[in-house]
């Protein structure tokens, strides 16, 4: 599915060319450039996906930009890539002032758009969820969703994913999305309680439950080449049964 960024961004337009067109920001004058369209791919949707688990948007919304947190790197350069690709965004990544972590910023009016107006994500992780529009998407760009939510608030073992976030009603999306998808749903859905990360790894505090599901490979299930943990966990022939 084809999207206009251009009928996104149309209060800020304003220059307008064949393929493309620049915006500018009325609250601090600053000028971006994007694409006339987008096309809603897997590489899409593994942004979207890895936005949903960990990132957010700058509390200063004349800035118009998203950031990504995360330990790897080569992660944030790979999403950079795919948010220049797709909306000609500006990134800048810097090492934060405390912990081991590195932040991913993208400058784009059109990115910042397309995540909050179209998709609709919410500002707080216990309020996030799933693009709501993801039926009238694809498959691709939906398995991509799948795969970056994976590799940002996900765990593999064997052949076997958990994902955790803190929105039950994303998480029950994701349930419902899984199934529809073909992977084999195991534990449709668990709680853990406030505190959880703290108590199991040593250095993380949460202020809000966690939900989370787990789930299998098919033989029908899609692989994203694009995840980096997609390489430790191995497709199983047949559907294996659980019990909830």
């Not at 593994?46 to 995360?70: R, W």
């Not at 765990?155 to 529809?180: E, F, P, V, Y």
Request: contains cysteine.
């Amino acid at each position: 599915k084809i999207i206009s960024l251009k009928e996104l961004c149309a209060d800020e337009i304003v220059t307008e060319f064949e393929n493309n067109f620049t915006a500018q920001l009325r609250r601090n004058g600053k000028f971006f450039s994007s694409p006339n369209e987008l096309l809603l791919n897997e590489e899409v949707g593994y942004l979207v996906g890895f936005f949903i688990g960990d990132g957010h948007y700058n509390k200063n919304e004349s800035l118009h930009y998203i950031a990504i947190t995360q330990k790897d790197k080569v992660t944030l350069q790979k999403l950079a890539a795919i948010a220049h690709k797709h909306f000609n965004a500006t990134p800048f990544i810097r090492k934060k002032d405390t912990g081991d972590c590195y932040v991913l910023e993208l400058y784009s009016v059109s990115l910042y758009k397309f995540i909050k107006g179209f998709c609709k994500i919410g500002e707080y992780a216990q309020y996030k969820t799933l693009p709501e529009n993801i039926l009238e998407t694809n498959r691709e760009y939906a398995n991509g969703i799948i795969w970056g939510l994976i590799d940002s608030d996900g765990t593999i073992r064997d052949n076997h994913a958990t994902i955790r976030i803190t929105s039950r009603s994303g998480i029950n999306q994701l349930c419902w999305l899984l199934k529809d998808l073909g992977y084999t749903v195991g534990t449709t859905m668990w709680e853990a309680p406030v505190g959880f990360e703290k108590q199991r790894d040593n250095g993380y505090n949460m202020n809000y439950s966690i939900w989370g599901v787990s789930f299998s490979i098919s033989g029908s299930s899609y692989v994203s080449k694009l995840s980096y943990k997609s390489a430790e966990m191995t497709p199983i022939k047949k559907c294996v049964k659980y019990q909830n």
